[in-house]
């Protein structure tokens, strides 16, 4: 016997059709997916010795390690680098190598180079979704034109002047595009080292006409008085990386998936002109030679203060610029455990630092020395925010991961717009620079300020992610991208309330995650046509996803800092990722992996219905009437209505011959039989607590849901009840298990619900929001009706306030 029946009460807002209980989800047995299957029997490679089921570095875990003592020479007037690396690399794998590969990246910029013959018209992002073809032909750029007469005139990319052995002795060579291939003499056994080494140089590129991620920002109209910032990234033949998993990592650099690379020990010596500043990675090994009393001085105070201090101050700096010299010095840096080396220089530099204390643990140093690199164009924005951001970004990422593994963390104003290597960072000019005005006056807009701050958070984050946790940016983007934008975002919600975050919040990937052109997360790097959306925006949105709404935040916090911690100083693969997140918070998450970094499918939920129901306490004097008033809510005909308004008789009233007893009783009466089997029932016929139920007088509710984005999420639903108050319920993301496209969930409760709304706090990325109310919502929009297209000014700049370049304050004009 039932004991629910559907109650079409009057006056409840949520009231519909009952659903069919004989049929009561939609399947069939030709398109089931099963949303829970485990990736290991599927994309996930079998675990061994090296790699383990649980995500950790096996017992048999090795890698390289490859030292460098290198010797390089910049000179300002030719823009060219001219190096001697002399390099020791340590066979660690189980393999023996006959020959060793080295990265030459700067070879992308030759004009037969892979890179530079396979550009297409447009770009990626504007390619036909479907062909790739270019969506325009018609017109072409005069900085696409400078650039490919540039990159045809001015002998861009590695000229190799010798590879030797100690003894002088020569070793073959063969550069393949952005690689080269030294030929051992004799074959390397496990455990050995070699030493050899190479002398190079290479023309500095332009970044404003070439691009790429080094190269120089002059200041002056003619690009020669010396009033320049030299940036160095990838200026030297690196080792390759070579791998449990792939041996030697040998793809082409193409110019966006970056590298991962071997840790090793520098020793670097850089000579510039006599009156440049160097900024680098590691630690100053001569500064009685290159510093002055003064700034030495200044660097022991700056350790210890509570805020950043100048080493070099402004109006030395402005007084060092355009001075010119024909001597030089050369600077000292070393550098233990790092993956890669970069540095930069100019005559122009402030310089501020201040010492940033942290808990080491014995396997860090207890104090950070933060430091900026800026040009006089950048104040006061620099002075006020860089050092500061850099301090914040060590506070929140030591939370979550590891403490700053390194002795310094810089932050360098340049040509490059964002780049990362162990303890610098390059924030280059579109960061951070005021805006002088018509009547030469400085104004900054908000967007300025929070870009500044944005980009140093993201990339000093890198010298955790991919610097310390080493992974494999070349072919998996999202493992060093996603992860410190997923940081970058806890940091940005921390740095203020009002903190304009570009990405992070599930409501900003919606868009993305329902667009045409896209590829799944676990896509290599370089076949990305939205690079920004994929490697960023959606693996860092997926793990606010799983830490605020999957797993809570202290399992995910947990297990987060278990997988940094693992990895630290080692090279990790996405799987290892996975199965450590699983194993150290318990909870099986193969379908998240699978939906959201394995497809392309969205997050969209529908409610597509809600059915109130009511216990039928099968007392006729209770059920009766409450039939009657049903029959009587839902008779809808429109000819009856009409009749009765126009007064037209009914025949059987106006013949009483006809009437009998079905006349006078409705088919709601209550009889004697009905009351006698009520009666029955109280009387023992139902067990106890079937009894009881039917004295029940709450509500059983009916959600019909729908998946309509194809991937499968918890369902969150806030049930709004007459009396105003409101409960909130989380149900697991397994309410999919038995088939992933619709589900039918119940609620009881004592109250009587007004509404339902689904995922009330925008926390599952849903792409729809129409279908996330019952009953359905009106949904508002501001229409526009005149659009300004100009450009958009700053707020300092509208109320006519300036900034002075030495100081923050601001000045009513």
């Given amino acids: 016997m039932s004991l629910f029946k559907v109650a079409l009460a009057a006056g409840a807002a949520l009231v519909i059709s009952a659903p069919s209980f004989a049929d009561p989800i939609r399947q069939t047995t030709n398109n089931w997916r099963d949303a829970f299957r485990q990736l290991e029997d599927e994309d996930w490679p079998t675990p061994n010795r090296e790699r383990r089921a649980t995500g950790a570095p096996g017992p048999d875990y090795w890698q390289q390690q490859v030292d460098y003592d290198i010797d390089v020479a910049f000179d300002e007037n030719s823009k060219v680098l001219t190096g001697s690396a002399t390099v020791t690399y340590t066979n660690n794998a189980p393999d023996t190598l006959d020959y060793l590969w080295f990265l030459m990246d700067q070879n992308r910029f030759r004009p037969d180079s892979i890179a530079v013959m396979t550009e297409t018209v447009g770009g990626a992002s504007r390619a036909n979704s479907r062909t790739g073809a270019a969506a325009s032909v018609d017109g072409v750029s005069a900085r696409t034109l400078n650039r490919a007469q540039r990159l045809a ?21 063969t550069v393949v595009d952005t690689l080269m291939r030294i030929d051992l003499p004799e074959t390397l056994e496990t455990g050995d080292s070699v030493t050899f080494t190479i002398e190079w140089d290479h023309v500095l590129i332009e970044t404003a006409v070439i691009g790429g991620r080094s190269g120089w920002e002059c200041f002056d109209e003619e690009g020669e008085g010396g009033d320049c910032i030299y940036q160095m990234a990838q200026w030297f033949p690196r080792a390759a990386a070579f791998s449990d998993y792939e041996g030697w990592h040998n793809k082409a650099f193409l110019g966006r998936g970056e590298f991962t690379l071997e840790f090793g020990d ?41 805020e950043p201090v100048f080493i070099i101050t402004p109006d030395e700096a402005r007084a060092n610029e355009r001075r010119g010299t024909r001597s030089t010095t050369t600077w000292e840096f070393s550098a233990e455990n790092v993956r890669d080396f970069a540095w930069a220089t100019s005559r122009k530099f402030i310089w501020d630092a201040v010492g940033v204390e942290q808990d080491g643990g014995g396997q860090a140093p207890d104090r950070v020395m933060a430091m900026s690199f800026y040009p006089n164009e950048a104040e006061p924005l620099w002075s006020t925010y860089s050092t500061r951001a850099i301090e914040h970004t060590i506070d929140v990422y030591n939370e979550f991961s590891f403490p700053y593994p390194y002795p310094t963390a810089q932050s360098i104003s340049g040509p490059q717009g964002g780049m990362e290597y162990p303890m610098i960072t390059f924030n280059g000019a579109s960061y951070g620079r005021p805006v002088i005005g018509e009547d030469g006056e400085l104004t900054y807009s908000r967007r300025a300020k929070h870009g500044l701050i944005g980009v140093i958070i993201h990339e000093i984050g890198h010298i955790y992610f991919p610097m310390t946790v080493n992974s494999d940016e070349r072919q998996w983007t999202w493992m060093d991208e996603g992860l410190n934008t997923f940081l970058q975002f806890q940091a940005e919600r921390r740095w203020s309330e009002d903190y304009p975050v570009r990405r992070g919040d599930p409501d900003l990937i919606a868009d993305y995650m329902v667009s045409t052109n896209q590829v799944p997360i676990m896509t290599q790097s370089d076949s990305i046509p939205q690079f920004g959306n994929n490697a960023y925006g959606k693996p860092a949105t997926a793990l606010v996803v799983l830490r605020e709404t999957v797993l809570g935040r202290e399992l995910f916090d947990r297990a987060f800092r278990e997988y940094s911690e693992r990895w630290r100083f080692k090279r990790p693969t996405p799987y290892d990722f996975f199965r450590t997140m699983e194993e150290s918070s318990g909870v099986d998450l193969d379908w998240f992996w699978r939906g959201w970094f394995y497809s392309t499918d969205h997050v969209d939920i529908a409610i597509t219905s809600v059915t109130e129901g009511t216990v039928n306490t099968e007392d006729p004097e209770i059920e009766n009437p409450l039939d009657r008033q049903r029959d009587a809510d839902t008779s809808n005909s429109t000819t009856l209505q009409n009749n009765i308004e126009e007064g037209l008789a009914f025949y059987e009233n106006e013949n009483p011959e006809v009437q009998d007893f079905y006349s006078a009783n409705d088919p709601h009466v209550v009889t004697n039989r009905q009351r006698e089997a009520y009666e029955g029932l109280r009387d023992g016929d139902l067990p106890e607590h079937e009894a009881a139920a039917l004295d029940y007088d709450g509500y059983v509710y009916f959600v019909n849901l729908e998946n309509q984005g194809g991937v499968v999420m918890p369902v969150i639903l806030e049930f709004s009840f007459a009396d105003g108050t409101t409960d909130e319920v989380r149900i697991p993301a397994e309410i999919w298990r038995f088939n992933p496209d619709s589900a039918i969930w119940r609620y009881i409760t004592d109250k009587q619900v007004v509404s339902v709304e689904l995922d009330p706090h925008l926390e599952t990325a849903d792409a729809d929001r129409t279908d996330n109310y019952y009953p359905p919502q009106i949904q508002p929009n501001r229409l526009e009706v005149y659009r300004n297209t100009s450009s958009p000014s700053s707020l300092m700049d509208d109320m006519d306030l300036r900034v002075e370049r030495d100081s923050i304050q601001t000045r009513d004009q």
């Fill in 153 to 173: 005139e001015d002998g861009l990319g590695f000229n190799i002047n010798g590879v030797t052995l100690e003894d002088g002795s020569a070793l073959d060579y």
């Fill in 266 to 306: 520098y020793d670097v010596a850089i000579t510039v002109p006599q009156d440049f500043v160097v900024a680098a990675t590691g630690e100053l090994q001569n500064a009685d030679a290159v510093l002055t009393e003064a700034q030495r001085e200044r660097l022991e105070e700056a350790a210890t203060a509570d």
